[in-house]
């Protein structure tokens, strides 16, 4: 039996990044002229380039733009005529990538603002990879035409790898794994230029399975590092089916590797025992579990596991209690003040949902509705230790007429309903305070969801719908900003 994988989201981010970098820097390093980056007066960067054909009789034209109002890139891509098409090597390979933007920018949305540092950042590496362009055209041009080749092959991967690091840097989050990437980059360059003096003094296998795994890693981190705006859900695979029409699952976003556990609640009210799992296999093909009594009984079905503890609403009370697995012990008890409990302020399916937990990239969150915000959908932010608030967003969107609600990146996604045909309506952005409509379906398999969370080591939503265990994979898109910092 084949496991879902949840490493998860088909995650556009980092294609996107690319794509802009391909369809900007590229076509300048595979030889083509292209026009420089300009500042513009905001201090933004103004994205329009164009790449113009060096000689006259290649007609590519590349054509990018994020100048639109609503920040979209608008990528055009004219192609040489038929005739130009296998000329040399290096057009071949700017075809290829010409085509892989123009695949790309369909889907593509991308608002880039970047700081002028960044920009000096790009210039800066593009005049070094231009150095290291015209070494490499002297080695390919000398008589030992066989190793050129192989040296193509590595100068290609350098190429795609060293724009990632500017992105990278702005993650200053994890700057020592990107200083540590930037300083393998160099060496590796810096071996490449030996290289080149020294003609097959170094092992090309090597060398080529340095840059693959550093490649490797660099994705990686990527993915681990990018953030991103929710585009799209995929349709749900059932997990098991198993429990009571309303319930909760989940796994612990920030477990340590290897800890694959999942924890499940069935019920809404009157339940206090938590089963724990093993692992995914476990879950999906046994019923072996170890039981957990709560303290209290719970209220709802917005408890969530976090960091080896369940954050849960204690049954008719404001109450959030944390109890922590290991010692079975409550660690911190705080009351909620003003949120609406005992069915004031539930979802539309009804079930004492008054008081949703969540945990997203950046941490925990209450999601309620207050008298004083007459009923819609408030924001907190907590402090998983003391439990206290740390911030909060009032939204103009009423409890009782969500579905459910998930927190992605900062944003919240609300759903508008938990029968029939759902989407993802609503999304109110924490970082600006601002919210707008959307329009993504969510397949309701089985017409009755009680809960619907996002987990992001995952990337993917659990949903406990109608006595199934579902999850759906994720689409985020990213959006490259400076101060997101
Ligand atoms: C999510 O995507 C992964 C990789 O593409 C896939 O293996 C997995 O089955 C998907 N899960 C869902 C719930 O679609
Ligand atoms: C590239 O374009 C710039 C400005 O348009 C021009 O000055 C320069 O000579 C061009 N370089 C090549 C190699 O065509
Ligand atoms: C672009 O998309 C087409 C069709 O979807 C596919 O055949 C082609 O291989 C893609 N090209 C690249 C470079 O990904
Ligand atoms: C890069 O090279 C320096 C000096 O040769 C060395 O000290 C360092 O460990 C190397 N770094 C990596 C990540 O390989
Ligand atoms: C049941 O799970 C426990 C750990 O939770 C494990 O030690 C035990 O081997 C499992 N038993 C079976 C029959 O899989
Ligand atoms: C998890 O808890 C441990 C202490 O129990 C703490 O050191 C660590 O920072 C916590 N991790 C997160 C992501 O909160
Ligand atoms: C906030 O985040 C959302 C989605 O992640 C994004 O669309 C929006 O532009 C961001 N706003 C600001 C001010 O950063």
Redesign the pocket.
């Known amino acids: 039996m084949t496991v879902p994988l949840l490493k998860i989201g088909v995650v556009l981010s980092t294609m996107a990044m690319i794509t802009n970098w391909m369809s900007q820097t590229l076509p300048s390093l595979v030889g083509l002229n292209t026009t420089k980056l300009t500042a513009a007066q905001s201090g933004y960067l103004d994205r329009s380039t164009g790449v113009l054909p060096a000689n006259p009789e290649e007609s590519w034209q590349v054509y990018s733009s994020a100048q639109d109002s609503e920040g979209r890139c608008v990528c055009t891509v004219v192609a040489p005529q038929q005739t130009m098409c296998s000329r040399d090597a290096r057009t071949k390979q700017l075809r290829q990538l010409l085509e892989k933007v123009q695949n790309m920018t369909q889907s593509i949305q991308v608002l880039d603002q970047r700081t002028q540092r960044d920009l000096q950042y790009v210039v800066k590496m593009e005049d070094q990879l231009r150095g290291l362009e015209n070494k490499f055209r002297q080695v390919e041009e000398s008589h030992k035409q066989n190793l050129a080749k192989q040296y193509k092959t590595i100068k290609a991967k350098m190429a795609e790898l060293r724009p990632l690091i500017p992105v990278l840097e702005e993650y200053k989050a994890d700057a020592r794994l990107v200083l540590q990437f930037k300083q393998e980059v160099q060496n590796l360059t810096a071996s490449l230029a030996l290289l080149q003096q020294e003609m097959g003094a170094y092992d090309y296998d090597e060398l080529h399975s340095r840059v693959s795994s550093l490649e490797e890693r660099l994705r990686a981190c990527m993915q681990k590092l990018a953030c991103g705006k929710l585009t799209g859900i995929s349709e749900p695979i059932t997990i098991k089916t198993s429990g009571s029409r309303f319930g909760s699952w989940m796994t612990d976003p920030?477990a340590p590797e290897g800890d694959t556990r999942v924890w499940y609640m069935d019920g809404y009210h009157n339940n206090r025992f938590v089963r724990e799992y093993r692992s995914l296999v476990d879950f999906m093909t046994s019923d072996n579990f170890t039981s957990h009594r709560l303290p209290h009984p719970w209220s709802g079905t917005g408890q969530v596991v976090y960091?080896?503890s369940i954050y849960f609403n204690k049954f008719q009370s404001q109450v959030i209690i944390k109890f922590d697995f290991k010692t079975s012990t409550i660690s911190r008890t705080q009351r909620l003040d003003n949120a609406g409990f005992n069915n004031a302020y539930h979802y539309a399916w009804g079930g004492h949902s008054d008081i949703d937990l969540m945990v997203d990239e950046g941490g925990l969150w209450a999601v309620y509705a207050t008298n004083q915000n007459a009923g819609n959908i408030v924001i907190s932010k907590l402090n998983?230790v003391t439990l206290h608030v740390v911030k909060t967003w009032t939204t103009n969107h009423p409890k009782r007429s969500a579905g459910e609600s998930f927190m992605i990146c900062g944003t919240l996604y609300v759903t508008n309903g938990y029968s029939g045909g759902t989407k993802v309506y609503y999304a109110y952005h924490t970082n600006s305070s601002t919210y707008e409509y959307i329009d993504i379906p969510l397949q309701n398999k089985y017409s009755h969801i009680s809960m619907l969370d996002y987990n992001p080591r995952d990337r993917a939503l659990y949903a406990w719908n109608n006595g199934h265990q579902v999850l759906y994979n994720v689409t985020l898109f990213h959006l490259v900003r400076s101060e997101e910092l």
Do not use: E, H, I, L
Request: proline letters at 25%.
């Open positions: 920030v960091n080896g998983p």
